[in-house]
């Protein structure tokens, strides 16, 4: 770790405050974590992570529980999948509020986390005095700027412990997909350049054609995202217009952010409509492949050679590493395209449920070295 910190029991938590008030209990859980009662040791982890995080917002002490559980992983194998889950709340929130703050690249930062204590810093309070007394401090607290320096600290904190979650051996499926998402919110967070394709973008084949997504593809959307078709995806639009419209607007913000890519598949000649297919969670390090093909144009091979046009296109348009190819293990159609394209088969892994995807997803990982 590049950090300077004290044993965390000889942190001032008194003086310092969570999502829940004063953070005098954080000792307490600390040692119930340590408990030879799975229950309660688990109770005290989820308590710690609700103290850090809660609905999508850090606390003060985020980036100091985030090191906490980062030292777990290496010495707590009982919880190992639990300690992810919370890691991957943490990583969710910095996630959140990415868009607000990274554009932000004059903070600076100390090796010394005491700073985070110290007297003068705006997390820390003095001691205490009563309920009303704190309420007022509560309430005189410049909370952006707060803010901030907690996103800044728990983002840096996150980023930096790549190494470290990468090395876990052996992951079970549940671990590997938990993983897999703290580890993509960290390719996506780190600095880098991104290169922005224009919303005029297209790429042209003899068969079809791949442009930018645009506000008047929602019909198409809404007709064919449904049923067998929708069956495989990351959400279930079931022709909700109102998550189609979603779906296109986000689209374009993260194209013009560099962030992804949603193209619209056409047949060269005709134009006919014949589905979708994405450059998702685009970094430095990796981008991952979505496509998906309305009923009629499946079967015919189309499949292979939109991926195909995706590779070129990323070989010549985006600097990355290797391409991500992710399939829900079911889906047989789709599990033929990188295998035919020579990807490296990757370990299996479980997604748990989300609020787009009511469902356990049982998937397999492809990757393809540029």
């Known amino acids: 770790m590049p950090y300077v910190i004290p044993a965390f029991d000889t942190i001032p938590w008194k003086n310092l405050f969570h999502t829940q008030g004063r953070a005098t209990d954080v000792v307490a859980l600390f040692h119930a974590i340590d408990h030879s009662d799975e229950q309660i040791s688990r109770m005290a982890l989820y308590e710690l992570a609700n103290r850090a995080e809660q609905e999508g917002k850090l606390s003060p002490i985020s980036p100091l529980v985030l090191l906490y559980f980062q030292e777990l992983l290496h010495k707590n194998s009982t919880h190992r999948d639990f300690i992810l889950r919370c890691i991957k709340r943490i990583a969710t929130s910095v996630a959140y509020q990415w868009e607000e703050y990274r554009t932000n690249n004059s903070f600076s930062y100390s090796e010394d986390l005491a700073i985070l204590w110290q007297t003068d810093s705006p997390m820390y309070w003095p001691d205490f005095i009563s309920e009303q007394e704190d309420q007022l401090l509560w309430s005189t607290q410049n909370k952006n700027q707060i803010d901030e320096i907690i996103w800044h600290y728990t983002a840096k904190i996150l980023i930096d412990s790549q190494e470290l979650l990468e090395r876990i051996a052996e992951p079970t499926p549940l671990a590997y997909g938990l993983l897999y998402d703290i580890l993509t919110v960290l390719k996506m ?25 645009h506000p008047t ?8 995202l449904q049923g067998d078709v929708a069956q495989y995806l990351s959400f279930d639009p079931n022709g909700n217009m109102r998550i189609i419209d979603f779906y296109i607007d986000q689209s374009i913000i993260e194209q013009q952010a560099g962030t992804a890519l949603v193209l619209i598949i056409e047949h060269s000649l005709t134009g006919e409509f014949l589905g979708s297919c994405a450059l998702n969670d685009i970094n430095s390090e990796s981008v991952e492949l979505g496509l998906w093909l309305k009923p009629t144009a499946q079967g015919k091979g189309l499949g292979l050679q939109v991926v195909q046009a995706m590779i070129a296109l990323i070989q010549q348009h985006l600097q990355t590493s290797y391409i991500l190819y992710n399939v829900e293990q079911a889906n047989k ?6 295998e035919a394209l020579h990807f490296t088969k990757g370990p299996s892994f479980l997604i748990e449920p989300t609020p787009l995807k009511n469902a356990i997803r049982e998937m397999e990982e492809y990757r393809f070295y540029l």
């Open 217 to 224: 593809d929602r019909t198409n959307l809404g007709t064919y």
């Open 189 to 213: 967070i780190k600095p880098q350049e991104r290169i922005a394709l224009p919303r005029s973008f297209v790429w042209q084949t003899e068969l079809f054609r791949l442009r930018a997504i």
């Open 333 to 338: 159609a789709s599990i033929r395209i990188p």
